[in-house]
């Protein structure tokens, strides 16, 4: 069993900056699976945002490259998105997943999934 833990979102206005986590545990969890996060906006499609490996590799959705850095801490199991410079469109719940293999967890179907965190940013 995997539990992912999101925290950090919250209310800000455009060109401000955020910072959310993602706290993993559980007998199924190992530190070296890639985390993601993603996120939904309503009426729209979930979006992969950024994935770091256990390595540090990392990769970004293009609308984000430049504001956002994922990071992980491995020693505590968590994994960070800074997010700065935000846009109104930026505004979405933002869900943290993990899975043991990249390809699975970057196209959207990974193993684990935490409840989400709102985000929202205004004019």
């Known amino acids: 069993q995997v539990s992912l833990l999101e925290s950090g979102g919250g209310s800000v206005q455009a060109g401000g900056s955020l910072k959310l986590s993602c706290a993993a545990s559980g007998s199924g969890y190992s530190s070296w699976y890639p985390m993601a996060w993603f996120r939904q906006a309503p009426g729209k499609e979930r979006e992969g945002v950024a994935v770091?490996?256990?390595?540090?590799?990392?990769e970004y959705a293009d609308s984000v490259t430049g504001r956002f850095t994922i990071s992980k801490d491995k020693s505590a199991d968590i994994t960070y998105l800074q997010m700065n410079n935000l846009k109104q469109e930026d505004t979405a719940m933002y869900y943290c997943?993990?899975?043991?293999?990249?390809?699975?967890?970057?196209?959207?179907?990974?193993?684990?999934w935490g409840q989400g965190t709102q985000v929202t940013v205004s004019s």
């Open positions: 997943a993990s899975d043991g293999a990249w390809t699975n967890l970057w196209g959207g179907y990974g193993n684990y």
């Open positions: 770091i490996d256990n390595v540090g590799t990392t």
